[in-house]
């Protein structure tokens, strides 16, 4: 475990660090962004190493100091320093024990050391792969004995890191490098709960807190084993979650757009759900950020000498959409890519190979009940979001949130793409709910939960309107500012 | 004082009236996530209770004895045949042979034939090599 902690730290948070500090400057979440951000690198790395040449290594070093490098330039350019209006170091500090703690308990099952089939099946395959080169990841993902070798190279690639710092004598340290960023994945949606009442009043700051780190163990508990053996359902559904609470639930800010952004690219370069995932989420971020109506382009059609003037209308127009273009593209890209390049080197897809003998008609019926079968907490859910939205909606205002549809809508269409895969997909229904619905359900359960505990944040932290969050109700709604 | 009086009891009344629906709301959340969490506490319990700590330490060193063995038995780069009905086992030894050997769809195009079975080298199992 003390090598593991050592690599995720030293190999993949240290590189993470300066850009990580850039985007959320002084804030706790930077603990768990920071790997975040050095295991996107290495994915990176490991597609560089796929197309080109080289080893991850290689590459890895060169991305992340041309990545340091700019960031440092950027500082400089810019010379921006760490905001004053961050939180202390005493509370940074107790947010941190407090998420940290809450993960230890979960944790402890790794006394264990548990293996899932899929770890032996794909993760360590790809991991020894990526490990071991250019050839040998090329030559290994197309042999046909292979399994999934189009899943993105994300873990593979934190694993393959791991390899390098230790060797690989001991196999089982990859699989921890993917336990902790699991960990790192449901810090960072504890710390977006904990950011519901980062700037209310000392009340409400602890219930957040307290809330989100229950929350960090609600994760655990939704993905139940796959969380301690290896299984990357869990990462890709977390990050996606992160993405949600940062880009759709916090006041919008340029650090929460960017920590959604990364979390985005984490989950996209994860599993082939966590990128489909990820382009909804980031449909729904852009659309929150650059609203369909644009405010700007009626503002300077209000100008008298716009009013008739088509070509302010049509550069205003072809800006708002090349806007919306670029917030979706530039962090899917990564995974985008990884995607063209397994179909150009000709990784095979095990889901949409040959057409299944079954109609969609008949795989609908058990795909709604293997869906809805691990969806418990929905009616529940359902209730507290109706009647949370009827009462408490004036107090997410006064909070500057987004919309609690946001979320619903993230889960919504998520659960869509699900079934659609379910009913297209070439695998025997039954046989491929068996071993994958449980797993592929976990980002709707942990969204569902987390919307709970904000409505629990805010239900708790303000007894009354007047109690609400002093500091962001003053930020107005889509100006950039800090969350 | 006489008029302050009700006017006090009508703004707590209304008070209760505007609260009451917001605690029954953190009620029902709280509720659920403790019983999450609940739950995940059984489940760790279960993960690091004597049984399951002694049966994946046992499957560790099991497959650490199996990694080792392929590569003293098998000649680098040898193409071998998993019988893919071996089940857990087959992936096990997949996994356990990459960058060593390249596994092969079918045993004509192997040189080699590798499965587990029962026996003592390796905590319970043993590597069976033979060639096609």
Redesign the interface.
């Known amino acids: 475990m003390i090598r593991a902690l050592v690599v995720l730290i030293v190999g993949l948070a240290l590189p993470g660090a300066l850009p990580a500090l850039a985007v959320v400057r002084r804030s706790p979440v930077i603990i768990f962004l920071a790997p975040f951000i050095g295991a996107t690198m290495a994915a990176v790395a490991a597609e560089l190493e796929l197309g080109t040449n080289g080893s991850l290594v290689m590459w890895y070093v060169i991305i992340a100091v041309a990545t340091n490098m700019a960031v440092a330039a950027w500082w400089l350019v810019t010379r921006s320093s760490l905001g004053r209006d961050d939180p202390p170091w005493t509370w940074f500090t107790f947010t941190a024990v407090v998420m940290l703690g809450a993960m230890i308990v979960p944790l402890t099952g790794l006394r264990a050391p548990m293996l899932g089939y899929d770890v032996s099946a794909i993760w360590l395959p790809h991991t020894l792969m990526v490990s071991g080169g250019h050839q040998a990841m090329l030559s290994g993902l197309q042999n046909v004995t292979t399994a999934n070798p189009d899943y993105p190279p994300l873990v593979p690639a934190a694993g393959a890191l791991a390899f390098a710092f230790f060797g690989r004598g001991d196999l089982y340290i990859a699989e921890l490098i993917t336990v902790l960023l699991n960990a790192c994945a449901l810090g960072i949606v504890g710390m977006g709960i904990a950011a519901v009442g980062s700037k209310g009043s000392l009340r409400l700051r602890l219930i957040a807190i307290v809330v989100a780190g229950t929350m960090c163990m609600v994760g655990f508990a939704v993905a139940g084993d796959y969380a301690v053996d290896g299984y990357t359902d869990l990462l890709w559904s977390a990050a996606a979650l992160g993405a949600v609470i940062w880009g759709l639930v916090l006041p919008r800010s340029n650090r929460a757009f960017i920590t959604a952004w990364i979390c985005v690219a984490v989950a996209s370069l994860t599993k082939n759900e966590g990128l489909t995932a990820a382009l909804i989420v980031l449909v729904l971020i852009t659309l929150r950020y650059r609203p369909l109506a644009l405010v700007r382009f009626r503002r300077s059609t209000r100008h008298p000498e716009n009013r008739d003037n088509t070509d302010v209308r049509t550069s205003m127009t072809i800006r708002g959409w090349a806007e919306r273009a670029a917030f979706i593209l530039v962090p899917a890209l990564p995974g985008l890519a990884w995607d063209g390049l397994a179909r150009e080197v000709g990784l095979k897809n095990a889901f949409f190979g040959a057409p299944s003998t079954e109609s969609p008609g008949a795989r609908f019926g058990p795909a709604i009940d293997g869906i809805t079968s691990h969806l418990l907490v929905l009616p529940i859910a359902v209730a507290v979001f109706v009647a949370g939205s009827a009462l408490l909606r004036r107090d997410r205002e006064l909070n500057a949130l987004g919309h609690a549809a946001w979320l619903w809508m993230a889960c919504l269409l998520y659960l869509s793409a699900l079934l659609a895969t379910y009913l297209f997909g070439s695998l025997e229904i039954h046989w491929w709910l068996r071993n994958s619905v449980d797993r592929t359900t976990i980002f709707p359960q942990i969204a569902l939960y987390t919307d709970l505990s904000i409505w629990l944040v805010i239900g708790l932290g303000t007894t009354s309107r007047g109690d609400a969050a002093p500091g962001i109700s003053r930020t107005r709604p889509g100006s950039p500012g800090r969350a | 004082m006489a008029r302050y009086l009700p006017r006090r009891r009508r703004r707590g009344k209304s008070?209760v009236i505007?609260?009451l629906?917001?605690?029954?709301?953190?009620l029902?959340?709280?509720v659920?996530?403790a019983l999450?969490?609940h739950?995940?506490?059984e489940?760790?319990a279960a993960?690091?209770s004597p049984a399951?700590?002694s049966?994946?330490?046992t499957?560790?060193r099991q497959?650490e004895c199996i990694?080792h063995a392929i590569r003293t038995d098998l000649p680098k780069g040898a193409s071998i045949y998993?019988d893919p009905n071996g089940g857990?086992a087959a992936?096990?030894l997949?996994?356990?042979s990459?960058?060593w050997a390249?596994?092969?769809?079918a045993p004509t195009s192997a040189g080699w034939k590798i499965s587990e079975v029962p026996g003592i080298a390796c905590s319970g199992v043993s590597l069976k090599v033979s060639r096609t």
């Not at chain 2, 629906?21 to 953190?26: E, H, L």
């Not at chain 2, 390249?102 to 769809?105: I, R």
């Open positions: 008070r505007v609260n629906p917001r605690a029954v709301i953190c029902v959340a709280s659920t996530l999450a969490v739950h995940g506490m489940i760790t993960e690091r399951s700590v049966t994946w330490k499957f560790d497959q990694y998993i857990y992936q096990i997949a996994e356990l990459t960058l390249v596994p092969q769809p």
